[in-house]
């Protein structure tokens, strides 16, 4: 049976309470905290039963004030990169904040991941979770319209984490969010991931410069570094990839019952994995060539290619190219979009 306990986790600068929910079918635990609507924490058992924590995060709230890599937060408005921090829409322009070089990226200088969400937990049968709304005021980071936005986390008694989004604007404004986990299988802190297998289902990718902006191509996966379509090491091709590795976009196949296949992941030494699925058309694959090193949960060191996220989206600056996917919001529309983690060990 799976369960829900809840406990005040922290408050922030301004004396907003956060709220840490604990979510736990089996072995399999999630912990997410109301600040950010962040997955903090999730501990599965290995193929010997040990259990062990598999994402990065920190032990108190203090650690998600400070700046980090986006671990486990909720990314929005939008997620990834808007070439230039700008966009056209019904014939108006609107400037965003650049907070990545020229660029804007996951939100901006104040995203989701910043703020206090009001939350709520729940259990039914089968399965438990927490759902956190947060209302982005009209001109929030530049967008236009009031944004309602609510993610709902659910975990079943199988060990299913599931996370559903969904957003409603009074204004024609643009959505895509996303969960931005960062993970290690053979546990977090405990080395790199470069030894990890990953399968993705993906026939094609989204080349992009040197910014990490989209050059408005779709290419074949095959005979590049980015072929994940059989099982290959993370770090088989990963110096083939970029500089630092993997940070694209993959163009995910059609949808069966609404939902698309994503992929894999395994780590050989523990057996841990995760198999994921999602209703979105892209999935951004990152091996962590940006990280640095610092200090996480229990105290233990994070660093370079030591976790890897795997980010369902629409495409990278698709308000700005032509053939990608709709970010359009409407008023009367209502964005919904899910994910889904299977966790195992073998």
Avoid at 37 to 47: G, K
Avoid at 212 to 237: C, H, N, S
Wanted: aromatic content about 10%.
């Amino acid at each position: 049976m799976t369960e829900m306990k809840q406990r005040v986790f922290g408050r922030t600068q301004d004396g907003e309470e956060i709220v840490q929910y604990t979510l736990t079918a089996g072995k399999v635990a999630v912990q997410l905290i109301s600040y950010g609507a962040t997955l903090s924490s999730v501990r599965i058992p290995d193929r010997k039963g040990k259990v062990d924590e598999v994402t990065l995060g920190f032990d108190d709230l203090e650690g998600y004030l400070g700046h980090h890599p986006y671990f486990g937060v909720t990314v929005g408005r939008v997620a990834n990169r808007i070439a230039r921090g700008t966009f056209s829409l019904d014939g108006k322009t609107y400037a965003l904040f650049c907070n990545d070089g020229r660029n804007h990226l996951h939100g901006g200088r104040k995203g989701f991941d910043k703020v206090a969400w009001l939350s709520s937990g729940f259990q039914r049968s089968g399965a438990a979770g927490a759902a956190f709304s947060y209302t982005s005021a009209d001109g929030e980071e530049g967008y236009p319209g009031t944004l309602d936005a609510r993610v709902t986390y659910v975990l079943d008694d199988s060990g299913t984490l599931e996370v559903a989004w969904e957003a409603r604007t009074d204004k024609p404004t643009i959505v895509n969010l996303t969960n931005h986990a960062y993970w290690n299988l053979k546990g977090a802190g405990s080395g790199d991931i470069r030894d990890h297998i990953l399968t993705l289902e993906a026939e094609r990718y989204i080349p992009s410069d040197d910014e990490l902006i989209p050059t408005g191509e779709i290419q074949e996966v095959a005979g590049t570094p980015y072929d994940f379509r059989k099982p290959k090491p993370m770090g088989q091709d990963l110096a083939k990839a970029s500089a630092i590795g993997y940070d694209a976009c993959f163009v995910l196949g059609a949808a069966a019952n609404g939902w698309r296949r994503v992929g894999r992941v395994i780590d050989p030494a523990t057996g841990r994995g995760l198999e994921m699925s999602a209703t979105q058309p892209g999935v951004h694959f990152y091996s962590g060539g940006h990280m640095k090193l610092m200090k996480g949960r229990g105290g233990k060191q994070y660093n370079q290619y030591w976790a890897f996220a795997l980010e369902t989206e629409a495409f990278p600056n698709a308000v700005n190219q032509k053939g990608f996917p709709n970010v359009i919001l409407r008023p009367g529309e209502t964005y919904a979009e899910k994910m889904k983690i299977r966790f195992f060990a073998e």
